[in-house]
């Protein structure tokens, strides 16, 4: 079982060693067009030289004969080689093939299309030269030689017919594989070929041509919709389709003259109604015309951030086992259980990265709970820290005891990305979190999640994580589907993904930095995210959908039309870093939007991630507990840290460096985090950020502020009824800084900012000066009491 494990880790290594690097790849692309252009220039000179060049054929080491070929010798015994041996004129599509190999090399296109080029040129090449070798009696320089000998081959074998029918059945093949042709499009090219004559004839007819109408699938829906309504006549799609559909006289009324047995001259006529017929709908119209809306389209040639740009931080091989560990813990194990009287049936051990994990099954009749109880007299007798003891393992009846590795292992993000767990993952917004402790990738989906709370103690690996799974989504996401919003308030942490503002964050109008680290910024970011929510729901509403999921395949099936205000709905994911700074400073100005959110947001694809460093009750109150689900646990310092965000103890016995536990609500799962350090995130936002981008970021509603409605207006009666009391603080301190209200009097952000306009409007304090504190106006306490009595 360990020597499968680790050939799991060595595969993706194993794969990376044929990659070329860049510059190998533009070395190579560059040499193989030059070799393609030689191979043109060669044939081109060929079919003029041929006849001249052709005694010098053979002496090649000769330097005193000079052939006439543009390429010399070369070229005379290239053009020999492939035309005259080869495939004749066919050979033009040899060095077709090799040119365009190099245009993929020197670009870095996927090379997948490449492999069919060549296929089909391959075929095509020698169904050409066979049919010049059928209609010339020998070998000359229109069949080449293979040409002419394969077809006298076949007429030898099949005789002529079968060859007809062999290369008649190859062509046919050709057209319907390579060129998706079909009967209808054929009789419907003769019709407008014909309908063509007669308009030339006739009235001249507008109409587009193929290459127009591919120009015209690239652009956007809503000018496609709004196109749509004016060419109506004037587009050629649009005129084939209007023959199809053209409304065909309604069935004559069938008559029927019914005869009664009572003789009369009176006819009576029974009208049966025609079945009405099934239109095709717009939606369908506009897929079949223009294919699929394709949210990518605005930046098409967006290329991903390769893999060469994560580093493989793990020294060495894999995993490794030391059974020497192993055997040594297992009977400490073992002799420690034995002391308190249990005994052991049987015993596994599974070795992850940074923790093994024995499974003991106990002699029958031992209380789960006594073993559980032993947990620090385990932890004492291995000498190590980190122990958990899970008692029992969910769904597999046995008790595991986690026991950190002398020598742990760098789980780096490059292996956990290139798995194919996460390459292959059909999810939503997957992120690659590290690997489980029997050494498989974990791969989660945020939207399920649908929200994640992130704790852990300085140091222990939560900005790591935090990257971790921005990256993840980086690796996976266009920056078309996923907006992030950050907020940083160490303003250190995520200062990084700056560089990609404009391909993947979300900020609020008029803002000129999208990663937030202002307190008031937050407040109305979260404010102006639940405008969004409530926007988002409408457009569910109107479109009678449940979720973004269903929304955004209606709107790419053009179900919903743009111009009522539908647009394609990107992700948006809010990360908070150090959420206990903004709890502190503004208390429930930030609680109620982000818990309105967290209780509102999973279907309309906003998902939270807030971290904190102290996982406390009073930072993670109830009602954010309650809406986010999905936990994940650093070390952390205390067993009442561990249970607040786990709601159940083992975070205080992690051993830290991206050790974790996370939950979905339901067991724990012992991680070890990816590893992705700064310079290779500088690294992805670098290639990221160079590439063309959206004009902005992805601007949120307008949220404008309580604060903002403020007027400098003087009014007595509307005065807060702390204002007395501070505006002695800030006169006895002389500052007038609304923290430091904030501070003494414990006040919301929101409210010292009010109190403060009310003191400027007195005439108090000066006006805003940026980031410097506000002067204050009254030098004493007297005088202030004297202005504040004199107003009255
Ligand atoms: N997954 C990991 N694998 C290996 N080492 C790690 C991992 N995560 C973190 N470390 C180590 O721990 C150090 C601190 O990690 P990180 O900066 O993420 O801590 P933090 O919890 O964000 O701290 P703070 O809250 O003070 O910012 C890293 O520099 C790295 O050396």
Known sequence: MAKKKKKTTSSPRTKMRFSLSKQQKILLGSFLFLLGLALLLSFISYFFTWQADQSDIGTLGDRELQADNWLNKFGAHIGHFFIHQGFGVASFIIAFLVGLTGVYYFFDYAKKQLVKFWFWGLLLMLWISIFFGFFDGKATILSGTVGFETNDYMQDYIGL????????????????????????????????????IKDDFGTVNKRITPIEQETKHKISTSQLIAEEDEEEEETEVELELSKKEKPTPPPPVEKIILKSDVESDVEMEVEQAPEEEEVESISEKLVKDFGEFDPRLDLSNYRFPSIELLRDHTSGSGITIDQEELEENKNRIVETLSNYKIGIASIKATVGPTVTLYEIVPDAGIRISKIKNLEDDIALSLSALGIRIIAPIPGRGTIGIEVPNKNPKTVSMRSVIASSKFQGAEMELPIAFGKTISNETFVVDLAKMPHMLMAGATGQGKSVGLN??????????????????????????LTLFNKIERHYLAKLPDTDEAIITDTNKVINTLNSLCIEMDNRYDLLKDAMVRNIKEYNTKFKNRKLNPNDGHHYLP?????????????????????????????????IGIHLIIATQRPSVNVITGIIKANFPARLAFRVTSKIDSRTILDNSGADQLIG??????????????????????????????????????????????????????????????????????????????QGSASLLQRKLKLGYNRAGRIIDQMEAAGIVGPFEGSKARQVLVPTLDALNQLIDNEN
């Open 161 to 196: 017919v079968g060859t007809i029918l062999i290369m008649t059945f190859i062509l046919i093949f050709y057209l319907v594989v390579r060129l998706k042709l079909t009967p209808d499009m054929a009789i419907n090219a003769v019709k407008i070929s014909k309908k063509q």
């Open 468 to 493: 971790a799974v921005l990256t993840s989504l980086l690796y996976k996401k266009h920056p078309a589907e996923v907006k992030f919003i950050l907020v940083d308030p160490k303003k250190v942490e």
């Open 571 to 603: 992700y948006i994911v809010l990360v908070i870093d150090e959420f206990a700074d903004l709890i502190m400073t503004a208390g429930k100005e930030v609680e109620t939007p982000i818990a309105r959110l967290a209780q509102l947001a999973r279907a």
């Open 657 to 734: 460096r991206g050790d974790m536990l996370f939950t979905q609500g339901n067991e724990l799962t012992r991680l070890q985090c990816a590893f992705v350090d700064t310079p290779e995130v500088a690294d992805i936002t670098d290639f990221i950020g160079s590439q063309k981008a959206y004009p902005d970021a992805y601007l949120l509603p307008e949220y404008v502020g309580e604060e903002g409605g403020t007027t400098l207006d003087n009014n007595v009666d509307e005065r807060d009824a702390l204002f007395r009391e501070a505006a002695e603080v800030l006169v006895i301190a002389q």
